[in-house]
């Protein structure tokens, strides 16, 4: 149980352009999605926190209208790069916690953003 | 703030020896610690928390707050433990899901 799918694995796009990743719990419900950026041979910096139903929190330095995030419902939480630059290229990962087991995050396996 | 340091970015130990991996943390409240690993090409996952006080493949992980540091720790290692390791911490309320503060993790790889 605890499975949290996240999609897509790799997305590579233009300068400029938006881009969505979605992020699912599929056997919980997840009161709390949390959105990461793991850059290459770092750790893994929180940049947001959301409540479903509610705005999402930001981590300080974190731009909350480059890096969109949306908690609609128990199950999915997406995070839109907009207007992406090569800079965003990164590691993005997701994970939730709910009514499982309070406390514990469980992962999503990651999203390749390239931006050329 | 709340930061966790685990100083070995690297570390290499033979099949069947004694692993420990250290972890620092500062908080100024009553923390909740987590050991998360991560194996060759899958995505992070728990490994234990410190309030569980469970061993988990074998690793175990005690909280010493007065040295501030939930090292953890494994008799015999085997190949299958080679992974990347993250030490995390939150603040443990009760009254909701907290964010996590993760170390930069270490590499830990077995030697046959």
């Known amino acids: 149980g605890a499975v949290v799918s996240q999609h897509p694995s790799r997305v590579i796009c233009k300068s400029g352009t938006s881009v969505k990743i979605e992020c699912r719990s599929l056997?919980?419900?997840?009161?709390?999605m949390f959105w990461y950026r793991q850059f290459p041979k770092k750790s893994l910096m929180l940049m947001a926190t959301?409540?479903?139903?509610?705005?999402?929190?930001?981590e300080q330095g974190v731009e909350k209208d480059k890096f969109l995030i949306n908690h609609a419902s128990l199950t999915l939480s997406t995070l839109t790069v907009t207007s992406a630059h090569p800079e965003d290229s990164s590691f993005y990962i997701c994970?939730?916690?709910?009514?499982?087991?309070?406390?514990?995050?469980?992962f999503g396996a990651g999203t390749r953003l390239s931006v050329l | 703030a709340q930061r966790v340091t685990q100083p070995e970015k690297l570390l290499s130990v033979f099949k069947g020896a004694p692993v420990e991996l250290k972890c620092n943390y500062s908080?100024?409240?009553?923390?909740?610690l987590f050991w998360y690993v991560q194996y060759s090409r899958q995505r992070l996952q728990l490994l234990l928390r410190?309030?569980s006080r469970e061993s988990i493949k074998g690793f175990t992980a005690d909280l010493n707050k007065g040295e501030t540091s939930f090292h953890l720790k494994k008799p015999f290692a085997q190949e299958e433990d080679s992974a990347m390791y993250y030490c995390?911490?939150?603040?443990?309320?009760?009254?909701?899901?907290?964010?996590?503060?993760f170390g930069t993790g270490t590499r830990l790889t077995i030697i046959p």
């Open positions: 908080y100024s409240g009553s923390p909740e």
């Open positions: 056997d919980f419900q997840a009161t709390t």
């Open positions: 995390a911490l939150s603040g443990g309320s009760n009254f909701g899901n907290e964010k996590l503060t």
């Open positions: 994970s939730a916690s709910g009514t499982t087991e309070f406390g514990i995050q469980y």
């Open positions: 959301s409540n479903e139903g509610s705005k999402a929190t930001y």
């Open positions: 410190h309030i």
